[in-house]
């Protein structure tokens, strides 16, 4: 189908087996299985997609291949507002690793139409405003794109391109999104401010408050959950740095209520300016 080169503008916590930085294909075909679901695919389009095991084996239609993988890995700040210890130190691909993305079909390609349709904007919304590895949702695995075949995609040129490409790919989705106003010089410095939130083991007043509003930025523990939050970072045609918001408003999915999202911004003006007058727009 297409194929592309991936940078990462913010480190990539990604292990294999031997607990060493890997960029593994299951770890992507994941990612693009998440977004199919977000983005209002069914239990059984996403299974002919994607295969699956239940009520009968089915084999996937979609082959994900990484090849020429290059960068180098290091010790990064998985919370990267933190200093010493605190920040949780991990081996990572550093910022501007890279390596080619191969999405292909087999089996004949997809079924029907609309699954084609789904899957092509699974991957379009991955590649706008997904990530990649650990701490994905606070943009660590955040990158850039360029397509390296004629039915590749192309990255947009500017802030307010890449926003209308966006509007398109997740509209009627189940989500709320913005690409948030301020530019930053640098990834380093958008990654932090996603990154500095609330709660946490530091923060017994801030967890508090985040359980009454059925803990939007997710939980640690045994009953973890996945933040409906999620933040990347965008680079519009190499220029400048953009933090991208999405929420995940799919109630059954999430357990959050109407109204989490407005109140855990009421909490930030409180506690986290930087972020909250930015996120005022995603609930415009």
């Known amino acids: ?165 966006c509007r398109e790919i997740l509209a009627q989705a189940p989500l709320r999104w913005a690409v948030l106003d301020e530019r930053y010089e640098n990834a380093k410095d958008a990654r932090r401010v996603v990154s500095d939130t609330l709660g946490g083991r530091d923060d017994r007043d801030g967890e508090s408050e985040l359980a009454r509003l059925h803990f939007p930025l997710g939980k640690m523990g045994k009953d973890r959950k996945t933040s409906p939050l999620r933040f990347r970072i965008v680079s519009p045609g190499n220029n400048g740095f953009y933090i991208a918001a999405v929420w995940d408003d799919r109630q059954a999915v999430t357990g959050n209520r109407p109204g989490d999202l407005e109140g855990l911004v009421q909490l930030l003006q409180r506690r986290k300016p930087e972020l909250r007058d930015q996120l005022v727009k995603i609930i415009r």
């Open 1 to 165: 189908m297409s194929r592309y080169k991936i940078t990462f503008i913010t480190p990539l916590f990604s292990k294999g087996a031997l607990e060493t930085p890997e960029i593994r294909p299951p770890s992507i075909r994941g990612q693009l299985r998440w977004w199919f679901r977000a983005l209002g695919g069914t239990y059984d389009d996403e299974k002919a997609v994607f295969g699956g095991v239940h009520q009968g084996a089915t084999a996937s239609k979609v082959v994900i291949r990484v090849s020429h993988v290059q960068g180098e890995t290091a010790e990064h700040k998985t919370l990267p507002h933190k200093h010493g210890g605190m920040s949780s130190p991990k081996a990572a691909f550093s910022p501007d690793s890279s390596f080619e993305l191969h999405v292909l079909t087999r089996g004949g390609g997809f079924m029907l139409d609309r699954q084609k349709e789904r899957f092509e904007r699974s991957l379009a919304a991955w590649m706008h405003v997904g990530t990649l590895g650990l701490r994905a949702t606070r943009a660590a695995g955040s990158f850039v794109w360029e397509p390296l075949s004629e039915d590749g995609f192309h990255m947009p040129e500017t802030r307010d391109a890449y926003e209308a490409q």
